[in-house]
């Protein structure tokens, strides 16, 4: 592939710079394929200008006449989505099917967007006689995203579109590991015909990061990475008297119970924990056994050994990523767990980044870290009743996704009310909520108050304003005959 260089996107045109420069290497064999410019709160400022231009006229238009633009760009993020597949492949290394679900959730997203013109009708009531209350939802200016690796199509989508529909205009901060999505969205939205400025990308780490904490012109701020830089970002914006959404990292709890129809739960264990290699947020971390569910468990490993091999596995982000998922390899293994499953023993001929999911079990002893490990392992606990299970979980500083497998739906009910995490499942291994639903979790897996996609993003995005009126009926009309 072809070694491109990755500049911002201000004002519609991307701009070329002479800022230092990051490589950008491919996951699947270690190669460099571009080079991307890390900006400096210079690149902030000329983006927040061009926004702040753009967005005046932008607010004034309609729900239904901004619409029209999002009707275009849905028509062609589905023409391009071979393209943005193979683009978010080449970046972050995915499987081209992985890339395709990406992609197609970005399509959701943008659905859900269109649809805002439609369903975001504002109350209105007659309150006594005579005198009526109003909501009115008022854009809040500009405002920015910052986005991970691990979904660089539809982490922008959850933030990007609703915001820009809401009247505001947008910078967004894509991660500079996968930057090169980001491009390319930037090319749709110019051809969907949004005006310049409304939508910028501004590309680099942490430098940019700060300059868009800081700057007075940016009203609010979504976050989506690691716990410890989500705490970071939203103490510095929110101390500078920004409103800010942070979303953070996790480790996500699986409860299983001896009634648990084998064949769903078997699968769905296996897809939560090693799909996109354990890289996703709601992707489980431990799996907490209670009873004896040892018929499921051993289904699981047997079947976990035999999609270890070159043609199942994608590579995960980095060279460090490999070395983080097989030094807590070896850290269990020092800390009297038992592995069931090695994928640090994995050995290809491949060039890139690779390891294979592995399963560690605590049922005997051992103690389990709290923190988020990022990567396929699966790590198992024992508990002797539901009680006990859902004790672990909600010790776990995290409270991103959390699931039940059971057939009882008095469990599932009990485990419904007790379980502390922002997203829910019953039977099903990774319980994310499709729109109009929202997205978010709780505890350490979320700062702020709101969730970043669906109706509750609504909110996040402007302010609502209470209108009040009276009219004397004692005046006499006469300029109306
Ligand atoms: P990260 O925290 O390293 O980076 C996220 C963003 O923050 C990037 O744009 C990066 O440039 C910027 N950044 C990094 N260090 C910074 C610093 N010191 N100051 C300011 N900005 C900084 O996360 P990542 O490795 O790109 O993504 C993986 C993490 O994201 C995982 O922890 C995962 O759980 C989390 N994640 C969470 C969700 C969610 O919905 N809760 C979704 C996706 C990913």
């Known amino acids: 592939m072809e070694c491109i260089r990755i500049e911002n996107y201000i004002n519609g045109e991307f701009v070329t710079s002479s800022l230092n420069t990051m490589d ?30 753009a967005q005046k006229d932008w607010k004034k238009l309609s729900y239904k006449q901004r619409a029209k633009f999002f009707f275009k760009y849905l028509v062609l993020l589905e023409e391009n989505r071979e393209v943005l597949s193979v683009c978010i492949q080449s970046e972050n290394g995915k499987s081209i099917l992985d890339a395709n679900a990406e992609v197609d959730k970005a399509i959701e997203l943008c659905e859900f967007a269109c649809s805002i013109a439609q369903d975001d009708v504002h109350a209105i009531s007659e309150v006594s006689t005579g005198i009526t209350c109003s909501e009115q939802r008022r854009p809040l200016g500009i405002v920015s995203s910052i986005s991970p690796f691990n979904f660089p199509i539809m982490v922008p989508h959850w933030t990007v579109l ?20 980001a491009q390319h969205m930037a090319r749709l939205f110019k051809e969907a015909g949004f005006p310049d400025g409304i939508f910028s990308v501004i590309n680099g780490g942490k430098d940019a990061v700060e300059a868009i904490c800081d700057h007075e012109d940016i009203k609010a701020l979504s976050f989506v990475g690691s716990t410890p830089v989500a705490k970071i970002v939203y103490k510095r914006a929110t101390n500078n008297l920004k409103r800010a959404l942070c979303l953070g990292g996790a480790k996500n709890f699986l409860i299983l119970t001896p009634d648990a129809e084998p064949k769903m739960a078997v699968s769905d264990i296996i897809a939560s924990f090693s799909g996109m290699n354990g890289q996703r947020c709601m992707a489980a971390s431990v799996l907490v056994a209670v009873g004896n569910c040892d018929h499921i468990i051993s289904q699981v490993v047997d079947a976990v050994k ?83 299970a859902l004790r672990e979980q909600n010790n776990s500083p995290y409270g991103n996704g959390t699931s039940i497998f059971t057939q009882s739906g008095r469990v599932s009910e009990d485990a419904v009310r007790e379980l502390e995490a922002g997203m829910i499942g019953v039977n099903i291994g990774i319980p994310v909520p499709r729109e109009p639903f929202s997205f978010g979790g709780i505890k350490d897996s979320k700062f702020g108050y709101g969730d970043i996609t669906g109706k509750q993003s609504l909110n996040f995005w402007s302010d609502l304003i209470k209108v009040t009126t009276k009219y004397s009926g004692e005046n006499k009309i006469d300029w109306m005959s």
Do not use: C, H, W
């Open 162 to 181: 609703n915001a820009i529909m809401m009247g505001n205009a947008m910078i967004l901060k894509p991660s500079e590991m996968t930057p090169i999505s």
């Open 306 to 388: 035999e999609i270890s091999n070159d043609e199942n596995l994608a590579p995960v982000i980095s060279n460090a990523a490999v070395t983080n998922l097989n030094t807590y390899m070896e850290k269990a293994q020092n800390n009297g767990a038992k592995i069931l499953v090695d994928g640090s023993q994995y050995k290809t001929n491949k060039k890139g980044y690779y390891t294979a999911p592995s399963i560690i079990d605590y049922r005997e002893g051992g103690t389990m870290e709290k923190e988020e490990v990022f990567g396929a392992v699966l790590e198992i606990k024992g508990a002797s009743s539901l009680e006990e």
């Open 24 to 53: 950008v290497k491919s996951p699947s064999d270690g190669s460099t394929i571009a080079s991307v410019v890390l900006s400096t709160k210079d690149e902030v400022e000329q983006a927040v200008q061009a926004a702040k231009i």
